[in-house]
């Protein structure tokens, strides 16, 4: 059976989403990031990184959202959730979920986590990471925008991995200073994927 | 045919190194980013990026390098590049490879590409990134070495994207301030890697 390790607010969503999309036999762990969970010495030895998420599966523990997602859809073929059957059609879904990754989320990452690339004592470096986030995170969701998100779903009429993935990381954009006005059909797709049950049913457990 | 969008002493010297490897038919274009071709009005209906690389393939342009490994290798099932045919081999080959793109090639950014997340005018905060790179880069690499590096090859015995990948960062390594004493096997990876004809074809072509 899979294992998720999550915590609220954070990328594990996406994870969470399409295990319930997919009807996935899966439990998770919820991991405490207020009490440092993530790097007492029983979590390092499921993920050494101490970062969620985690997923636990009969074969070892796979970490990277973009793996993880890919490796569900692959799990559950008949859903087709990856498009994999058609190699570019997959090699878009992981450059737009690679996108996220590396573009959106690590802009988001400066707002909260700079001290990964400053020295966490030096004020007048991390407040001039958070002032740029409005900027650079804006700047990728009108990218996501203009460019990448077809409709009515990223990747057009089929229901993908990226979905929940954008959905996830669209969580974040008015704490980090996005003006909605700009993205408007990424705040039309954020709301019509609040309405599926999958969406639903993951957030209630996380934040019950 | 394929199209690749390359520049030197990049990391898209990883999706060259796999079309050696698969023997694909493809052809190259050199942008030179001193001349800041990247963000030409050419170039940006490439890529509206400004990055490379890119990939021309007969159905439209890919982007990111993990999903542009992955998409060569599925293009070329018989090497099995990517160990797709198992779900959980091909979400550890994955895993790999977004956390060269997310985690290592990001601290790496920050060497000098800082202006993405602080304000190009801030020189303090700028020399803060700076400074921080040989101790983010060098401890992703030192993630590499101690748990992900199966050895001979990132996934053991058999070669993946993940290799080219793998060999592509480790090119800066020592630009980095990274201590190669500290990571033999990645070191000993590297020199393997530049032994092969794929490597030797790919970089004589870029440097030419």
Redesign the interface.
Known sequence: MLKLYYAAHTCSLATHIVLEDVGADYSTVRIDFASAQQRSAEYLKIN??ARVPALM?D??I???????L??VA??FPKLNLALMDD??A??????F???L??HL???HA?RMRGH????AA?A??IA??Q??VPE?VGGAFE?IE??LLKGPWVMGERYTICDAYLFTLAQWLEADGVVPARIPKVIDHRRRMSERASVRNAIAEELA
């Open positions: 050494p990184k599966t074969r070892g796979l970490t990277e959202t973009p793996a993880m890919a490796f692959q799990s190699a570019f997959f090699a878009e879904v992981q450059a979920n690679s996108y990754c590396s989320h690590i802009a400066h990964r690339w400053v020295d030096d007048h470096s001039a990471m002032r740029k650079s990218h203009k460019e």
